[in-house]
Protein backbone atom coordinates (compact mmCIF):
# COMPACT_ATOMS: atom_id res chain seq x y z
CA UNK A 1 0.00 0.00 0.00
CA UNK A 2 1.19 3.37 -1.05
CA UNK A 3 0.88 6.13 2.07
CA UNK A 4 2.76 8.08 4.17
CA UNK A 5 3.54 7.30 7.63
CA UNK A 6 3.88 10.03 9.99
CA UNK A 7 4.77 9.24 14.10
CA UNK A 8 6.18 11.26 16.57
CA UNK A 9 3.15 13.54 17.83
CA UNK A 10 2.36 13.60 21.65
CA UNK A 11 2.15 15.68 25.08
CA UNK A 12 4.75 18.66 25.75
CA UNK A 13 4.98 21.12 27.90
CA UNK A 14 4.93 25.26 26.68
CA UNK A 15 8.55 25.44 25.56
CA UNK A 16 9.38 22.45 24.91
CA UNK A 17 10.03 20.28 21.36
CA UNK A 18 9.11 17.42 19.69
CA UNK A 19 10.21 16.02 16.57
CA UNK A 20 7.59 14.58 13.86
CA UNK A 21 8.39 12.23 11.14
CA UNK A 22 6.62 11.52 8.21
CA UNK A 23 7.71 8.50 5.83
CA UNK A 24 6.65 7.24 2.32
CA UNK A 25 6.00 4.23 2.31
CA UNK A 26 5.01 1.22 -0.83
CA UNK A 27 6.33 1.36 -4.01
CA UNK A 28 7.75 4.94 -4.51
CA UNK A 29 10.08 6.16 -7.13
CA UNK A 30 9.59 9.79 -6.54
CA UNK A 31 8.88 12.45 -3.71
CA UNK A 32 7.97 15.80 -5.08
CA UNK A 33 8.04 19.19 -2.47
CA UNK A 34 6.34 17.71 0.79
CA UNK A 35 4.99 19.84 3.78
CA UNK A 36 3.36 19.78 6.96
CA UNK A 37 -0.33 21.29 7.47
CA UNK A 38 -1.73 21.48 10.47
CA UNK A 39 -5.42 21.65 12.10
CA UNK A 40 -6.39 23.54 15.66
CA UNK A 41 -10.15 22.81 17.08
CA UNK A 42 -12.52 24.68 15.33
CA UNK A 43 -10.46 26.32 12.94
CA UNK A 44 -9.45 25.26 9.44
CA UNK A 45 -6.48 23.40 8.11
CA UNK A 46 -3.49 25.56 7.54
CA UNK A 47 -0.01 24.86 5.68
CA UNK A 48 3.04 25.16 8.55
CA UNK A 49 5.97 24.49 6.14
CA UNK A 50 7.31 22.90 2.87
CA UNK A 51 10.05 21.56 1.77
CA UNK A 52 11.29 21.20 -2.02
CA UNK A 53 13.01 17.76 -3.39
CA UNK A 54 16.23 19.79 -3.28
CA UNK A 55 15.29 20.47 0.13
CA UNK A 56 14.37 24.34 0.25
CA UNK A 57 12.47 25.27 2.95
CA UNK A 58 9.49 28.50 3.52
CA UNK A 59 7.32 28.54 6.38
CA UNK A 60 4.20 29.84 7.62
CA UNK A 61 5.06 32.96 10.18
CA UNK A 62 3.60 31.70 13.05
CA UNK A 63 6.42 29.43 13.25
CA UNK A 64 9.36 31.21 11.61
CA UNK A 65 12.20 30.66 13.80
CA UNK A 66 10.73 27.88 15.64
CA UNK A 67 10.28 25.24 13.58
CA UNK A 68 12.64 23.27 11.19
CA UNK A 69 11.57 20.91 8.10
CA UNK A 70 13.88 18.57 6.36
CA UNK A 71 13.95 15.79 4.53
CA UNK A 72 15.96 12.58 3.53
CA UNK A 73 15.50 11.69 0.15
CA UNK A 74 17.69 8.46 0.67
CA UNK A 75 14.41 7.32 3.07
CA UNK A 76 11.78 9.25 1.37
CA UNK A 77 11.11 10.78 4.90
CA UNK A 78 10.53 14.59 5.65
CA UNK A 79 10.77 15.86 9.28
CA UNK A 80 9.19 19.06 11.64
CA UNK A 81 11.52 20.08 14.56
CA UNK A 82 9.36 21.92 16.60
CA UNK A 83 11.11 24.20 19.05
CA UNK A 84 9.80 26.89 22.04
CA UNK A 85 6.19 24.87 21.77
CA UNK A 86 3.24 27.61 22.23
CA UNK A 87 -0.08 26.40 23.53
CA UNK A 88 -1.42 27.79 20.37
CA UNK A 89 0.79 24.61 18.26
CA UNK A 90 -2.10 22.36 19.65
CA UNK A 91 -3.27 20.96 16.36
CA UNK A 92 -3.71 17.59 14.40
CA UNK A 93 -0.65 17.69 12.03
CA UNK A 94 -0.64 16.10 8.92
CA UNK A 95 2.20 15.71 6.02
CA UNK A 96 1.81 15.84 2.59
CA UNK A 97 3.17 15.54 -0.85
CA UNK A 98 2.01 17.05 -3.78
CA UNK A 99 3.28 14.44 -6.41
CA UNK A 100 4.62 11.43 -5.50
CA UNK A 101 5.68 8.54 -8.36
CA UNK A 102 3.91 4.99 -7.49
CA UNK A 103 3.87 2.10 -9.01
CA UNK A 104 0.67 0.01 -9.11
CA UNK A 105 -0.26 -3.49 -8.81
CA UNK A 106 -0.68 -3.84 -11.90
CA UNK A 107 2.67 -2.43 -13.45
CA UNK A 108 1.79 0.92 -14.22
CA UNK A 109 3.16 4.36 -12.80
CA UNK A 110 0.66 7.11 -11.60
CA UNK A 111 1.49 10.50 -10.04
CA UNK A 112 -0.25 10.77 -6.76
CA UNK A 113 -1.11 13.48 -3.85
CA UNK A 114 -0.43 11.57 -0.54
CA UNK A 115 -1.61 12.74 3.05
CA UNK A 116 -0.36 11.50 6.08
CA UNK A 117 -3.08 9.81 8.51
CA UNK A 118 -2.28 12.85 11.20
CA UNK A 119 -0.22 12.51 14.43
CA UNK A 120 -1.89 14.55 17.54
CA UNK A 121 0.67 17.50 19.23
CA UNK A 122 -0.47 19.04 22.92
CA UNK A 123 1.49 21.72 24.12
CA UNK A 124 -0.05 22.07 27.42
CA UNK A 125 1.17 22.54 31.28
Known amino acids: QVQLVESGGGLVQPGGSLRLSCAAS????????MGWYRQAPGKERELVAT???????NYADSVKGRFTISRDNAKKTVYLQMNSLKSEDTAVYYC???????????????????WGQGTLVTVSS
Open 96 to 114: NTDRALVRTPEGTFRNLEL
Open 26 to 33: GSIFYVNT
Open 51 to 57: ITSGGGP
